[in-house]
C-alpha cells in the first residue's frame, strides 16, 4: 500500500508541475486520493480484519478505528467538489484566453478586454 500511495502521491505532483490546467486538476486529484489512501491505511486497515458486527468479544481488538472512514468520505465529497470548482475554472480560462498554458496568460495587471 506504501508503494501505491508514493505512486499516486508521485504522479499527482508530476501533474501539477505541467503547464496545462487540466492536467493539473487531475493531479490535483491524484493528491486527494493518495492522501485518502493513506488515512486508510494509517487507520488500521487489514484484509484480515472482519465486519464490524461482532459476537465474540476478543475479536473487538482487530476491529479498523471507525473514525478514518467517516473523515475520508466527507474529504471525497469535497475533493469532488473542488474538483468541479477547477474544472470550471479551468474552462473559463480556456474559453476567455483561448489557452490552457499558465504560462501564456496575461499578467494581472493588464486589462482583458
Not at 468479544?57 to 473514525?67: E, F, R, S, T, Y
Not at 470550471?88 to 480560462?93: G, L, N, P
Request: hydrophobic fraction near 50%; proline fraction near 7%.
Amino acid at each position: 500500500m506504501a508503494i501505491v500511495v508514493g505512486v499516486l502521491f508521485a504522479g499527482g505532483v508530476y501533474l501539477i508541475l505541467r503547464p496545462n490546467l487540466v492536467r493539473m486538476v487531475i493531479g490535483f486529484s491524484l493528491i486527494s486520493n493518495a492522501v485518502n489512501l493513506l488515512m486508510i491505511v494509517s487507520g488500521g486497515f487489514n484484509l484480515r480484519n472482519g465486519a464490524p458486527f461482532v459476537r465474540d468479544p476478543h475479536a473487538i481488538a482487530d476491529l479498523m478505528d471507525p473514525l478514518p472512514p467517516d473523515i475520508i468520505l466527507t474529504a471525497i465529497v469535497i475533493s469532488f467538489a473542488v474538483g468541479a470548482l477547477f474544472l470550471t475554472v479551468a474552462y473559463v480560462v480556456y474559453r476567455d484566453y483561448g489557452t490552457d498554458n499558465p504560462d501564456e496568460l496575461p499578467a494581472g495587471d493588464e486589462e482583458h478586454g
